[in-house]
């Protein structure tokens, strides 16, 4: 008789058994959303209008993103060939590290920023090579050049940035390009709708100028995906041989040009948000509840010791927002999501309501 193989559970990289999993506090999200910094109200309509005329063939075919591609390039003022679409920013800056971060190289992350740079980072060889911001937790330029090292790879940089909503200036970016030539330096513009300023124009003209955009916070369609990098040609071709020619769907694909081509309806949501934004600092202000300048659809704020409650009270008010105290440097923080006036006014109700009870105990 033979003898019933062993069960060895094969192992994967030690890389990824070092990985820590991460799991974003999503589920039973029916509730105002202030806590992932998507659009809490909807796309354009236009891109609906697509959705219910979505094809058969379109389902059954693989999707085509070369032509979109160009229409994306096109909008952007870029070269077809220095543009990709990714499945989201998240998914450009997988591809972009699993291209450029080898054994040895140095990942310069700006510190607290956007969670995935710091898991897709670990999942390689690279070191990641965190840059503390003050307790302004304003860009930390001086502190970030000094670390720039022959082994530095990758400069990750969000601007604006999450969890705090500050930014770098366009003269900043290009000095951290110049001095860190051997670099890929990433410039995150997933905010950039309700900033304003980019550094996009200087695509193909800094030769380690790399940008991303997203499609899931101004525009409306997290859910759908979407995302882009624009790079150099020379950058791209690497790129490129990493992304996967199907990984954004043709559903995200069929809505993209609608939803670039309704402009009215994008100032029209980041015009909401950024007259919101000032009615919650103005709000903010007059309970006495610290925040940071915010150049993007969010406030950081500091709730101190009571941030876990406060959290719990605003969910138990309907309003969802998101603790952040774990991020380095922002202890006893919890950062709220922007959306329309109407919404925000919601949220404001329950805020006071909540800062009131916990201020009573
Ligand atoms: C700085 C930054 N980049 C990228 C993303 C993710 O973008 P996407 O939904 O396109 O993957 C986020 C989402 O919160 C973000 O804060």
């Known amino acids: 008789m033979t003898k019933a193989p062993v069960a060895i559970s094969p192992a994967p990289r030690a890389r990824v058994q070092a990985m820590k999993e991460y799991h974003p506090p999503l589920g039973s999200r029916d509730a105002l959303r202030l806590d992932f910094n998507e659009n809490t109200l909807a796309c354009s309509p236009k891109v609906r209008e697509v959705l219910a005329r979505i094809s058969t063939g379109e389902l059954t075919r693989y999707p085509e993103r070369e032509p979109v591609e160009a229409v994306v390039a096109a909008y952007l003022g870029v070269e077809p060939a220095q543009l990709a679409l990714t499945n989201g920013v998240d998914e450009a800056i997988h591809v972009l590290f699993e291209a450029f971060l080898?054994?040895?190289?140095?990942?310069?992350?700006?510190?607290?920023?956007?969670?995935?740079?710091?898991?897709?980072?670990?999942?390689?060889?690279?070191?990641?090579?965190?840059?503390?911001?003050?307790?302004?937790?304003?860009?930390?330029?001086?502190?970030?050049?000094?670390?720039?090292?022959?082994?530095?790879?990758?400069?990750?940089?969000?601007?604006?940035?999450?969890?705090?909503?500050?930014?770098?200036?366009?003269?900043?970016?290009?000095?951290?390009?110049?001095?860190?030539?051997?670099?890929?330096?990433?410039?995150?513009?997933?905010?950039?709708?309700?900033?304003?300023?980019?550094?996009?124009?200087?695509?193909?003209?800094?030769?380690?100028?790399?940008?991303?955009?997203?499609?899931?916070?101004?525009?409306?369609?997290?859910?759908?995906?979407?995302?882009?990098?624009?790079?150099?040609?020379?950058?791209?071709?690497?790129?490129?041989?990493?992304?996967?020619?199907?990984s954004v769907n043709s559903l995200a694909l069929a809505c993209l040009p609608a939803a670039l081509a309704d402009q009215p309806y994008l100032d029209w949501y980041t015009g909401e948000v950024l007259a919101a934004r000032a009615e919650l600092e103005a709000a903010l202000d007059s309970v006495q509840i610290r925040r940071w300048p915010s150049h993007a659809n969010f406030v950081l704020v500091d709730i101190g010791p009571q941030h876990a409650e406060f959290a719990r009270r605003m969910r138990a008010a309907g309003v969802l927002v998101r603790d952040r105290s774990s991020d380095p440097g922002c202890d006893g923080c919890v950062r709220i999501t922007i959306g329309t006036r109407q919404q925000m006014q919601q949220a404001v109700e329950a805020l006071n309501t909540t800062i009131a009870a916990l201020r009573a105990h």
């Open 102 to 246: 080898d054994s040895g190289d140095e990942l310069l992350l700006p510190v607290p920023t956007y969670t995935m740079y710091e898991v897709y980072a670990s999942s390689t060889d690279a070191r990641v090579v965190a840059v503390q911001a003050a307790a302004d937790l304003q860009f930390p330029y001086e502190k970030l050049l000094a670390a720039i090292t022959p082994r530095t790879k990758i400069i990750a940089i969000a601007n604006p940035n999450s969890p705090s909503g500050s930014t770098a200036t366009r003269a900043q970016i290009l000095e951290i390009a110049r001095r860190a030539p051997q670099a890929v330096l990433l410039i995150d513009e997933a905010y950039y709708h309700f900033h304003g300023a980019t550094v996009l124009d200087l695509i193909g003209k800094i030769p380690n100028l790399v940008v991303a955009r997203t499609f899931s916070k101004a525009y409306g369609l997290a859910g759908l995906r979407l995302g882009l990098l624009a790079a150099p040609v020379e950058l791209m071709r690497w790129i490129r041989r990493v992304l996967s020619p199907y």
